[in-house]
């Protein structure tokens, strides 16, 4: 059964081994010379270096970042390293180990609340417990990563997860879900033409239609799955398509074209050695002799299946063998060889929750004990496996089971319902086999043979139109160079006529002139432009002076009012809490003091407000974490956003560097601008803040963007002005004095606005690479 799993724990190993040795070569060289945080991240990378190729030494240099992690209190590295300790044991397909240490690594991810790695370790849990046949463990965390996926807007992790959530349902039989939502991975793929999961999916879905008996829709979906694998040279993927090819001509009786893709699939899988594929083409070849009545071919290659699912630990593989098994040894009339066979599958299917099998399992049972005459035991399994057939509609098997309980109630002499499930059987075989869907069938099969036919023709045609191109080019060529040579005697003898003549009539003192005026021109054109630069710059320096003396003014105006109002105004507000704490009063007077006292506190935040833009800062710069302040700022109005329906996104970059910074000051500026873009959106919406590092730049980039009212264009030149507000109840010093303190850290500040779709506030500030 095919599958396309993001595996976050598999290695894409590099064609060029060579490569790959020098890699690590160059990682462990430099063990010596690095210490910290740097140390583990270097061991975790040749831990990482070392999937696949050995697992001992992924373990061995993951173990020694482990506990250098915990030595430092290094959160994130302790969980890269558990990670990589549980892919080493996947590899040594020690899964209760890999599980463990899965475990582990996603709750220290969970903690620090980085949703890429969250994901990947959902990812690599759901892998484990579906190598594990624990489908519905492995349904549960995939169904996390695609919540996940989607937070993210992650389409290829959001395709992958639509996908493995499919083949989880298709593992437990749940055919219809499974459909769902291999569909939607297909469409998710198709989107970013992901050409590798657009095969697989469509090869998954030719599978969920032949398990509901539609044919002509699956061979439709292999045929195309097979196309597109070829096309990126998909060895595997061509082998899967060619064995769910030949499983549905057997279905049909045509063993010969069964037999013939089979054969092929057999060969790319003996080439690759893929032990999985070489097990399932067996099983296949020997249910072509088993339908053929050559017994003992088909026990050969059902045994040689067997062997190989039994080494690899495949037990949905053991279980299909043994009901195969059985089924020969039933025609041969072994019964309690047979009937040990399938009780052993049964087994196998139930532990798994696979229906499917179970629902063969038991009408195989229920077909031995029909032969032994042993009608009650045989009635009792049919009835059972024809509910599990019904529910997860397997069609094929409905009609098996219903020519079988006719066939049981004939013999115990009840003709009235041996003749109602004979109906049913000639209704529903009717439905599935019949004339008109096995020609359409053949009719997609010749449609794909013939487009690869024209295909090949075509670029055949497209070589030869190619060869006889390049031979009419080649002689144009030979005729172009001799008429170039023919021309350029031509035009040397003429040139050669013109310089001569030329040279006689120009003197000295016209060329000795004409140098000195170019001269001239040249250099009043430099000074030309030396002069327009100085007067740019001359008004550039004299509006930031003129706006300084205008900001030094206000600020000045600003303070002086702040202490005049100030202290009388703190008199009002004494009197008023004095009269409240002291007298007893009637309501109505009580809530007249209250609104004195409610707007004397909002006019001395006004009036703070003044002193803090007037009064010089003093700050004090320590080397931090932008995104700390920002988190800070974040958690202080997650409360008030909450109750606005404001959705807050964080999207910062790893590894951005610490700075030196005020953090009372720089966390002012931030919590102005989350509090405008707030009140830019009454009605809800979304802020995005984002961090990123501009390499290029050296600059760290900080930008609030939310999707509120927007600020029009006329707006936008006046917003830095001190008391500009368009705010009933606003002062206007917000973005002032958020600008002051940028320009303070020797930042940058820009604001983009347009009406009704937002606002996107950027700031930049300067840093300096530790080498």
Known sequence: MSRYIFLIIILILSANARAQ?????????????????????????????YWGISSEKTIQFSEQALKLSKEMGYRKGEAQSLNNIGVGYYYEENYEKALAYFLQSYQIRREIDDKRDIVASLNNIGIIYDDLNKYNEALNYYLQSLAIYEELGDTLGIAVALHNIGVVYENLSNFNKALEYLLRALRAYEDIDDKQGIASSLGNIGIIYKELSNYDKAIEYHLRSLKISREIDDKIGVARSLDNIGIIYDNLGNYSKAIEYYTQSLEIEEEIGDMSGL????????????????????????FKSLDIYNEIGDKNGIANSYNNIGVVYENIQQYQDALQHHLNAMAIFEDLGQKKGLAASLNNIGSVYLNLGNFQQALAYLQRSLAIAREIEIRDLVIEIYQKLSNLYSQRDDYRTALYYFKKYAAVKDSVFTKEKIERIAGIHTTYEVEQLLEDQEKEIELLQKDNEIYKLQVEKHLLIKWRLYSGLILVLLLVTVVFYLYRLKNKANIQLEKLVEKRTQDLQDINKQLKNEIMERKRIEHQLIRSERLAGVGE????????????????????????????????????????LEDSEKANSIIKGLLDFASPRELTMKPALITDII????????????????????????GIPRIALDKKWLGQAFMNFVINAIQAMPQGGILKVMVSLLDKAKEIQVVFLDNGTGISSANQKKIFDPFFTTREDGVGLGLSLAHQIVQDHAGQLHIESKLQHGTKVIISFPYMNKD
Do not use: M, W
């Open 21 to 49: 040795d020098t890699y690590i070569d160059s990682l462990e060289s430099k063990l010596e010379v690095t210490e910290g945080k740097d140390r583990v991240l270097l061991l975790n990378e040749l831990g990482k270096a």
């Open 279 to 302: 097990a399932g083409s067996y099983n296949n070849i020997g249910i072509i002799y088993d339908d053929q009545h050559d017994y003992v071919k088909a026990l050969e290659y059902y």
């Open 557 to 596: 105006l600003a303070a002086g009012v702040a202490h005049e109002i100030r202290n009388p105004l703190g008199n009002i507000s004494s009197s008023a809490q004095f009269c409240l704490s002291k007298f007893k009063l009637n309501q109505q007077l009580k809530r007249y003091l209250e609104i004195i």
């Open 631 to 654: 988190v800070t700022v974040l958690n202080s109005v997650k409360a008030r956003c909450e109750e606005k329906n404001i959705k807050i996104i964080k999207d910062f970059a790893s």
